[in-house]
């Protein structure tokens, strides 16, 4: 045997991932051109708010599978949009700045520098030219301009609004930050204020936000949560006359079951309306403004998550029931919210349970007005027919809402009426580090816009960035920057020192990586009509409402105002589940590293002392111990692999638990596939130009893949084609020597997921631009078409049996298993077999005579 110095090239993730990484860099393999003749394709992540913890292996999962779209999609030749920014702006990073005594600023930028060398170590295809953070003055200058178009179309107001005001802080919090009377963050009391505050009138869009849900390729989940955020109520306005007291007051209510008015007993207002004052008499007084005081503080959320209310308290008034023409009490209760409907309700014992817990309470009368429950037990809520009702009696509940609905629109004591839950949006924060509002307040009280040419109103430099003691926002410190002159009229202003709320910067900032260094528009809008919309948006769960309705609203009001071409932006939203990881606790409640945990008898213990530890799958955090970071994985694994792994976890959609361990075979994979080009064995190198044919079986199954990984790319079911190209690789490597095209079409199909390796191959076959521009591998439809065939099976010329075999099986496995079907047995009993005829693939046919053999 010729002995050759043979040294196969070995698999080290360590010297390729930075090569590739740089090469693309230099080379701008993913910079994107405005190439006309390509149909466009825009994949988004949600941006990352760059904390000071840096990245876990958690973040990083979406990242990894809009990248592999993006580079999948560049191969199909897509003009492909692949952007990434930073969500700046915030409270965490104010905090830290406080913490560290360093400015937000400052912050800001160390963190973004962890996010991204981080990301860049993981070999995600993102075009970095257009990189930008919501804390740029380039960037926030147009955030600006969309609040003063917002303005302009009095969408952004100020109102007197009561907030969860943190004093501690010095800052109202927004309701998702609050959670039984404290901040969640770090635990500081809140309580209810009233201030002025600056509000967007997101309800103005509540039912086309609504509506157009039904035109968004989005998760079922998020779309129903987006309507039940909505909520949209059909029902009722009914007037109630109130008795005696001014001649014409009138107390409104919403009501979605107008039908029950007949049984309408009781009337109640929130502590909140403004009508209390008036309604509550002498005698009731005292006790009233007691209850009132004591239930201003109580949370919103906690008086709509009680669903048995027993507080409340008689105002002394009474008002006309329109249907029955009876006087009923009216009370106040915090049970009812001043923020929905008109924040005063009738109220029907027998069939709502509310009322019902209520009444019970307070011995107010129920009266039964729909058929079908048993009152003496609760609150019948069921359909039925009406029942002590006068016009209504006999009516179901459908014909006598419409019924009573046309009565009162007829005798002018109420109308049809839609409802929303939606409340508009509190806009201003009393922080520092965000956009400032670009308004100035004259000395009248009035306001007026900072002129668009005056844009950005630059955040002022402050040392001190806290509340002043007064409780002033942190911006009235900066007192140069504050006090200025109106420009038009040069009489002195005053700028506004309120904040925008984090939000704000994400609102639109997929409309700016379109066009990110524009400094005469915030986008060109021709480039807007060629990207818009984004194609495939991914993200977390966690945004399902704000975020996602936050930015719809803004970009309908953009369409409304001409400047965006789609009513909504995001086509096609996926979120991907999360990642967690086991974590341990002792009786102390103190949480310990994995390292420091072991298993015995079935049962975690600290590995020092023996004692017994908690150990739960939770969600990754700094706190819990249990962070595992991209870098380390990297570190050890390769960047391929940490991205094939977090890929082959399960379904991309679903939460699935970090086990290190399990990566190794991800790394054996890569391994394989990385022998196929470069065999440890000689004999089985391939070289280049050196082909044969295929063995059919192997050629069909690598159409097979072909077809598969393309599928399941396409629904972003990325671990069955992890699988798909693991079951490939290892057939393949049974081939007593794997030809260049077939390596060439593996390492196209590897390269969406693990990039560097697949690059590194591909070079070494010879190709010369990137495999990001290679094209996409087609499958041969012939070549997949059943993977089964029917042969029958005759006896001396006669049909006895049809078999069903794996197309590809050679001639003796195609006799055996027609000597195995069970009729073609039974009529080769007592026979002595003479000969086989075989028609490739067509037919067997035993010709046999009846003797017995001697
Ligand atoms: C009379 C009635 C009779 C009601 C009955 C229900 C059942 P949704 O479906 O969530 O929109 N309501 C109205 N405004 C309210 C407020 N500000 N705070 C608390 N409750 C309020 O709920 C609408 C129903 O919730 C309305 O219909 C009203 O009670 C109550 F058999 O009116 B109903």
Sequence with gaps: MPTRPYNPKRYNPKEIEPKWQRRWEENETFTTKEDADKPKYYVLDMFPYPSGQGLHVGHPKGYVASDIVARYKRMRGYNVLHPMGWDAFGLPTERQAAKEGRHPAEITERNIGVFRRQLKMIGLSYDWEREFSTTDPDYYRWTQWIF???????????????????????????????????????????????????????????????????????????????????????????????????????????????????????????????????????EHR??????????????????????????????????????????????????????YGTGAIFACPAHDERDYAFAKAFDLPIVEVVSGGDISNGAYTGDGLHVNSGFLDGLDTDRAKAKIIEWLEENGRGEARISYRLRNWLFSRQRYWGEPIPILHLEDGSTVPVPEEELPVLLPHLADISPTKAGEPPLSRATEWLNTK?????????????????????????????????????????????????????????????????????????????????????????????????????????????????????????????????????????????????????EHYGADCLRLYEMFMGPLEDDAVWQTENIAGIRRFLERAWRLLFPEDPEKACKKGEEYELPEAFARLLHKTIKKVTEDIDRLQMN?????????????????????????????????????????????????????????????????????????????????????????????????AALKDDRVLQHLQGAVLRKVIYVPNKLVNFVVSKQKQA
């Design 486 to 634: 109106e420009p038009k009229s040069g009489a002195p202003a005053r700028r506004e020192t309120n904040t925008m709320p984090q939000w704000a910067g994400s609102c639109w900032y997929y409309l700016r990586f379109i066009d990110p260094k524009n400094d005469k528009e915030p986008w060109n809008t021709g480039l807007e009509k060629k990207w818009m919309p984004v194609d495939l948006y991914i993200g977390g769960t966690e945004h399902a409402t704000l975020h996602l309705l936050y930015a719809r609203f803004w970009h309908k009001v953009l369409y409304d105002a001409g400047l965006v071409s789609t009513p909504e932006p995001f086509q096609k939203l996926f979120n991907q589940g999360m990642i967690q990881a086991r974590s341990f606790k002792d009786k102390m409640g103190k949480y310990h590293y994995p390292e420091e945990a072991e298993e015995a008898d079935g049962k975690w213990v600290l590995r020092a002392t023996g004692e017994e530890l908690e150990s739960r799958i939770e969600k990754m955090s700094k706190s819990r111990y249990n962070v595992v970071t991209p870098d380390e994985v990297i």
């Design 720 to 816: 069955t084609a992890i699988s798909a190209l693991m079951i490939a690789v290892n057939e393949a490597t049974k081939l007593p020597r794997v030809p260049y095209t077939v390596i060439s079409t593996m390492a196209r199909l590897l390269s969406p997921f693990a990039p560097h390796i697949a690059e590194e191959m591909w070079e070494t076959l010879g190709g010369e631009d990137s495999i990001a521009n290679a094209p996409w591998p087609e499958f041969d439809p012939g070549k997949i078409v059943d993977d089964v065939m029917k042969i029958p099976v005759q006896i001396n010329g006669k049909l006895r049996g049809v078999i069903e075999v794996e197309r590809g099986l050679g001639e003796e496995e195609i006799k055996n």
């Design 286 to 339: 005292a006790e009233a403004e007691q209850y009132i005081e004591i239930a201003s503080n109580r949370l919103e959320r906690e008086r709509l998550a009680d669903t048995d209310p027993k507080t409340g308290v008689f105002t002394g008034s009474y008002a006309i029931n329109p249907a029955t023409g009876e006087a009923v009490q009216i009370w106040i209760a915090d049970y009812v919210l001043m923020g």
């Design 148 to 282: 003063l178009k917002l303005y302009e179309r009095g969408l952004a107001y100020q109102a007197e609004v009561a907030v969860n005001w943190c004093p501690a802080l010095g800052t109202v919090l927004a309701n998702e930050e609050v959670k039984d009377g404290v901040y969640v963050e770090t635990g500081d009391p809140v309580e209810k204020r009233l201030m002025r505050q600056w509000m967007l009138k997101i309800t103005a869009y509540a039912e086309r936000l609504l509506e157009d849900l039904d035109s968004l390729d989005w998760p079922q989940s998020v779309k129903e949560m987006q309507r039940n955020w909505i909520g949209r109520s059909e029902g009722a306005l009914v007037s109630f006359e109130v008795k005696g007291g001014d001649k014409g007051a009138s107390l409104d209510v919403f009501t979605t079951r107008p039908d029950t008015l007949f049984g309408g007993t009781y009337c109640v207002l929130a502590p909140e309306h403004p009508m209390t004052t008036k309604l509550i008499t002498d």
